[in-house]
C-alpha cells in the first residue's frame, strides 16, 4: 500500500451537524393535547423538607434540573415536564406534564408511571444520588416517590 493513499480525503470530510437543542425551543403547551400536575413526595423519607437534602449531600434543584433538561431533550415533542413548585420547607414537589398525544386511562396510567417510575425516578436515584434520601425500606423497594396526578384542564 502507497503512503499517498489517503491523499485526498479531504473530498470525503462530512462535518457533523450540531443537534438540535430542544431545551432551547420555546415549550408552546397549545402544541399538547393533555396536561397533567403530578405532585411527587418521597417514599420512606429521611428528611422532612427538601431544605435537609444538603445534609446528604443533595443539591435538590441543581439535580433535578439536569433531569427534567435531559428528560425534556429526549422526549422533546412527545411530552414535557416543567417544574412548578419545590419549596425548601415543603416535603413535596410539583411537576406539570404534558402530553402530546391523547390516550386512553389504562395507557395514560402506564406512561405516567413509566415517566415518574423509570426517566425521572431512576435518574435520580443512580445519577443524582437522591437514595441517599429514603430510608432502608425505599431502598430495597428501590422506590423513591410517592406519585399522584390530576388532568389540567382550563
Not at 402544541?31 to 423538607?49: A, K, M, N, Q, W
Not at 429526549?74 to 415536564?81: A, M, S, V, W
Request: charged content about 30%; proline content about 3%.
Amino acid at each position: 500500500m502507497s503512503g499517498n493513499f489517503f491523499d485526498n480525503y479531504k473530498k470525503f470530510v462530512v462535518l457533523p451537524q450540531e443537534k438540535e437543542d430542544a431545551c432551547k425551543k420555546e415549550y408552546r403547551p397549545q402544541d399538547y393535547e393533555r396536561h397533567f400536575i403530578v405532585t411527587l413526595s418521597l417514599y420512606d423519607p429521611l428528611i422532612s423538607c427538601w431544605k435537609e437534602a444538603t445534609k446528604h449531600e443533595v443539591a435538590i434543584k441543581e439535580s433535578l434540573g439536569r433531569i427534567l433538561r435531559g428528560f425534556n431533550e429526549k422526549e422533546h415533542g412527545f411530552y414535557h415536564l416543567q417544574l412548578l413548585e419545590l419549596t425548601e420547607d415543603k416535603p413535596y414537589l410539583v411537576l406539570a406534564l404534558s402530553c402530546a398525544i391523547k390516550k386512553d386511562k389504562e395507557q395514560e396510567d402506564a406512561d405516567l408511571s413509566y415517566i415518574v417510575g423509570k426517566a425521572i425516578s431512576n435518574s435520580l436515584y443512580n445519577e443524582e444520588c437522591w437514595y441517599r434520601l429514603i430510608g432502608e425500606k425505599g431502598r430495597i423497594k428501590r422506590q423513591l416517590f410517592y406519585c399522584t396526578y390530576k388532568e389540567y384542564t382550563i
